[in-house]
């Protein structure tokens, strides 16, 4: 018989007195980890059984909305993310890789103009329709097993655990540099 002992996801520390889970991705977090990586309060969204609240805050920023262009550098409103390389891109620089789509396909049906807007570019859509057969690969930062088609040897999640951790340490910077700017202009 296995006792379920949440842990958060974030520190990896089981039973902490303050647990949370998000609405978003259902992963477990502390109360202490949730403060550190968000600036918003925490407000519970419902109540579940065993006193673990669900909260819109995520520790790895599921939900956070992408604004600027991995292409153009843009900041656009509302963004796509590509199927193949998962960059987000805006309409403008879409059609500008996709324009030469047309030369490479002669049959042009419904279901091809509907599959390639999912895709950044004429690249990352060849590539799809092409190569079907993934690589298979073990995850370094976990271990489990998924299609490494972009040799990055980590998984989707541990990529996005990595990329919320960079975001920490840039937001940290900034600040420490606002604050050197304000002791500057004071003296």
Request: net charge positive.
């Amino acid at each position: 018989m296995t006792i379920f002992s949440p842990k958060c996801e974030r520190c990896k520390k089981i039973n902490k007195k303050k647990l949370f889970i998000c609405k978003h991705c259902n992963i477990f977090q502390c109360e202490r980890c949730v403060n550190i990586t968000n600036c918003v309060k925490i407000k519970p969204v419902c109540k579940e059984i065993n006193e673990i609240q669900k909260i819109d805050q995520c520790v790895f920023h599921c939900n956070k909305k992408k604004n600027y262009c991995n292409n153009c550098g843009g900041k656009y409103i509302n963004l796509r993310c590509c199927n193949r390389c998962k960059i987000y891109f805006c309409s403008f620089c879409h059609d500008r890789n996709m324009k030469d789509i047309g030369n490479i396909f002669y049959r042009f049906n419904d279901n091809f103009f509907i599959l390639k807007k999912y895709y950044c570019g004429s690249s990352c859509f060849e590539m799809d329709l092409y190569l079907k057969n993934d690589i298979k690969s073990i995850c370094q930062g976990c271990g489990i097993i998924f299609n490494d088609n972009f040799f990055e040897k980590k998984c989707g999640k541990c990529i996005q655990h990595q990329s919320a951790e960079k975001d920490l340490e840039y937001s940290r910077e900034r600040f420490k540099i606002k604050k050197k700017n304000i002791k500057n202009n004071r003296g």
